[in-house]
């Protein structure tokens, strides 16, 4: 479906919006405004990453914004985010998309007016960053809920399992931030002065930091919790070995005498049996003092 959001009777250009389109509408539209086949081809890849290109005369731009009504289980590109195609020239802008989200239908209402392609143009993707703004937030409550109950040893149901997915998806909004740095780079060099341009930059570093803070929050509370287990792992088998300790001289005395043989000299002593305990309560003693002295209990 288009949409005409300006036309050239208000101002010096237009801005066209496409929604859910098909090819047929897409070459259509291409050939109306010589956009180049394979960069119309590029719009109708769901998958496709963000990147900046000029083709001629028209700056071609895809980036992607943040899906709020994907899955909650969601760890990949296609899966988190949506696609938003933009071509545009000082005579007209064009975007296309599959999905509307908030932030780009308030900002279509309050642009309307404005008389500049270039500043519109910084303006939709500075929307389409801004809907990473609440998951970031998000993730980043996440990993101070999962961080203090690591410390308290609380336990909690999946935990390594919901760490590794708030690892996935940080990394996924990390990667297509990464990769929106060509767009970021690409405009600034069209309009290096740009008040919008500048603001542009400013947002994308501002959560880009942001974004890199909170998938090293995430890396370091994964290594915290491979450490602790590690660490209760080893606590528990020291336990056990310290037990094993006891046990095995007591256990193997135990053996010698449980054996059945007719002819066995210390079983026709009177003291037999209170030495044979005396030595086993004398070992015990033994490898206590030995362990205390090497601080191992």
Not at 22 to 42: I, N
Not at 52 to 64: A, K, N, P, Q, T
Not at 155 to 179: A, E, G, W
Request: net charge neutral; aromatic share 14%.
């Amino acid at each position: 479906m288009q949409k005409i959001i300006k036309s050239k009777n208000d101002s010096m250009f237009e801005w066209i919006d496409v929604s859910n389109p098909t090819m047929e509408e897409l070459e259509e539209l291409g050939a109306k405004y010589k956009l180049h086949p394979s960069a119309v081809q590029d719009c109708m890849q769901p998958e496709h990453l963000p990147k900046y290109e000029l083709i001629d005369d028209v700056h071609f731009i895809i980036c992607r914004y943040y899906d709020a009504d994907c899955a909650k289980n969601s760890d990949s590109i296609p899966e988190l985010s949506r696609k938003i195609a933009i071509f545009f020239t000082k005579n007209f802008v064009i975007t296309i998309h599959r999905k509307d989200f908030d932030q780009y239908e308030e900002l279509k209402q309050k642009l309307s007016s404005n008389k500049n392609a270039f500043d519109i143009v910084c303006k939709v993707v500075k929307s389409a960053f801004a809907t990473y703004e609440e998951p970031v937030m998000k993730v980043d409550k996440e990993i101070d809920f999962y961080e203090s109950r690591i410390f308290l040893k609380k336990r909690i149901p999946d935990l390594l399992k919901n760490l590794y997915l708030i690892k996935r998806k940080s990394y996924v909004i990390r990667k297509l931030f990464n990769l929106s740095k060509e767009i970021i780079d690409n405009l600034g060099v069209i309009h290096k002065n740009n008040p919008m341009q500048q603001d542009l930059e400013d947002y994308y570093v501002k959560y880009d930091t942001q974004i890199e803070e909170v998938y090293d929050s995430i890396n370091s509370l994964l290594n915290i919790y491979i450490s602790l287990s590690s660490q209760r792992t080893n606590e528990v088998m020291r336990t056990l070995t310290v037990f094993t300790a006891f046990f095995l001289p007591l256990t193997f005395i135990v053996g010698v005498y449980g054996m059945n043989f007719k002819f066995m000299p210390e079983l026709d002593k009177p003291l037999g049996y209170p030495a044979v305990l005396f030595l086993m309560f004398a070992i015990t003693v033994f490898i206590w003092v030995w362990f205390k002295r090497k601080g191992w209990i």
